[in-house]
């Protein structure tokens, strides 16, 4: 189909989060509209009444707006097309629906669900596939208006062929053939008046001149039937782009429900937003290089839908880490020490110099959650046992640890002004007084004063952070430790 304009659409249903499989296919529709100098919408998809949820639809706009998926027209910001949520559609999709029966596409069916469910009770037990038995499908014109006149509830009907069959080609996933015999003949327009998704998504992206439509691939199957629909009206056919889904392992998709990750959990995780959205682009796509770092505006510069792979993608833990640990080293030193603050509080109420330990964990973080566990000793000195003061290559034991921090205290005690450059001086000057390997002293003054052999930074940087009284309180009590 050629359209003088890409225009695509991000069409969510407000759930109350955005999982990171909705936030891939946002972000695909978002690149392939602004690669090609394109228009990208929002379209909120709540004909669905029962799985309303309050703040829903906040969450899906504060999640593109973080993410700088910024759409050129949408429920807030208006554009020619609207309104851009369903739910004020309803008249639109009535008038599409009547017209679909008047062009023999279409009927009113009055089942009631009692029947419905009867029948299906039946199609199981004989082994069929369940779905609509066709009972109201030829309805006399008489008949309809007489029920329609006595007040019957009914729903309208997509007619689906009985015989023949319907493709579609897909950018993805290629020509994807049905026999007609096999689709249900879907409700388009509920009991309520409400269009169901399979209906509205068509009158939708019909009117809002969507090309191409990009989706999750759950959508795949119900595509021929989409298809019928855009030729019952006489439309010209969309381009489908159907995305792969996200799983956590080869067999399992990715579920909020079972404990997945949604956008905001990685957020909450520590997860720069960036990473995040770069991490994402690469499920799935691939941009034909080794690189795997892009900016947004990179992405805007190079994504193609036409290297979208079919096989699913695994959303990988462990890369999305290593790749926020870039993102992280790249911040300026206020950038990180302002994200990583809330984080040391979560685990540090006393008094600390943030400065320092922004400088300590930068490098060492991949994930700002990470440092909580990092900083735990800081507030209270965890139990530990005098073992941990021997180490071979340290050439420490509990003897020459427990001399040296004899004589570091008095050291410690004597430095007026507590800077780390004042205490690495001091410490220096210790080293070559005793003349010992710098391990010698530097070991047993970071296991005094956080009770654990890797920490970030050492003892004098750690001292420099926790204040002056503190380190000379631990190391006192490191002495009285090893002198037991
Ligand atoms: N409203 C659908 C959903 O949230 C998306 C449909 C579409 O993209 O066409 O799953």
Redesign the pocket.
């Known amino acids: 189909m050629a359209l003088d304009r890409i225009r695509t659409r991000f069409?969510?249903?407000p759930t109350g989060y955005m999982h990171v499989g909705?936030l891939r296919?946002a972000l695909f529709a978002y690149l392939t509209a602004k690669k090609n100098h394109g228009d990208f919408l929002l379209r909120i998809?709540d004909t669905d009444q029962t799985r309303q949820v309050e703040g829903a639809t906040e969450i899906i706009y504060n999640t593109l707006k973080e993410t700088h998926l910024f759409w050129d027209e949408g429920p807030d910001i208006g554009g020619p097309y609207g309104p851009y949520v369903q739910s004020e559609r309803k008249a639109i999709y009535k008038k599409y629906a009547e017209e679909l029966v008047e062009r023999g596409h279409g009927y009113y069916c009055f089942c009631t669900p009692e029947r419905l469910e009867e029948v299906n009770r039946i199609k199981k037990l004989s082994g069929q596939p369940t779905g609509y038995d066709g009972h109201c499908r030829n309805l006399s014109k008489e008949e309809v208006r007489a029920k329609l006149a006595a007040g019957e509830p009914y729903v309208i009907r997509q007619k689906i062929p009985q015989t023949g069959e319907t493709y579609f080609d897909d950018l993805v996933y290629g020509r994807i053939t049905v026999e007609n015999s096999t689709l249900d003949d879907q409700v388009c327009l509920k009991a309520d008046g409400m269009p169901t998704?399979n209906f509205a998504?068509v009158i939708d992206d019909h009117l809002m001149l969507i090309n191409p439509?990009i989706?999750?691939q759950e959508?795949l199957s119900s595509a021929p039937k989409y298809n019928l629909l855009y030729q019952a009206f006489g439309w010209e056919i969309p381009d489908y782009v159907h995305c792969p889904p996200v799983m956590r392992d080869a067999t399992h998709k990715l579920s909020k429900r079972h404990g997945d990750a949604s956008y905001e959990d990685l957020v909450e995780m520590g997860f720069l937003k960036e990473a995040i959205l770069n991490y994402i682009a690469l499920l799935g796509w691939s941009p034909k290089s080794d690189k795997e770092k892009y900016t947004l505006s990179e992405l805007e510069e190079i994504f193609d839908p036409a290297n979208i792979s079919k096989s699913p993608a695994i959303f990988d833990m462990a890369k999305l880490k290593s790749l926020n640990g870039e993102y992280i080293r790249e911040l300026s030193h206020d950038e990180f020490r302002d994200m990583v603050i809330p984080y040391i509080r979560k685990t540090v109420k006393s008094d600390v110099d943030m400065d320092i330990l922004a400088t300590l964990l930068q490098p060492r973080c991949e994930m700002l959650s990470d440092v909580s566990e990092q900083v735990d000793f800081i507030d209270e000195m965890p139990e530990y046992s005098t073992d941990l003061y021997v180490n071979k290559k340290m050439k420490t034991t509990v003897e020459n640890s427990r001399e040296v921090l004899k004589e570091l205290l008095p050291v410690l005690e004597g430095i007026e002004d507590w800077t780390e450059d004042n205490i690495k001086t001091a410490v220096v000057a210790l080293i070559e007084k005793l003349g010992v390997k710098n391990g010698v002293v530097y070991y047993p003054f970071r296991v005094a004063v956080s009770g654990k052999q890797f920490t970030p930074g050492g003892g004098v940087e750690l001292g420099a952070a926790m204040g002056k009284e503190k380190t000379v309180a631990r190391v006192k009590a490191a002495i009285e430790k090893l002198s037991q």
């Open positions: 069409a969510p249903s909705n296919t998809e998704y998504n439509v989706r999750g959508y």
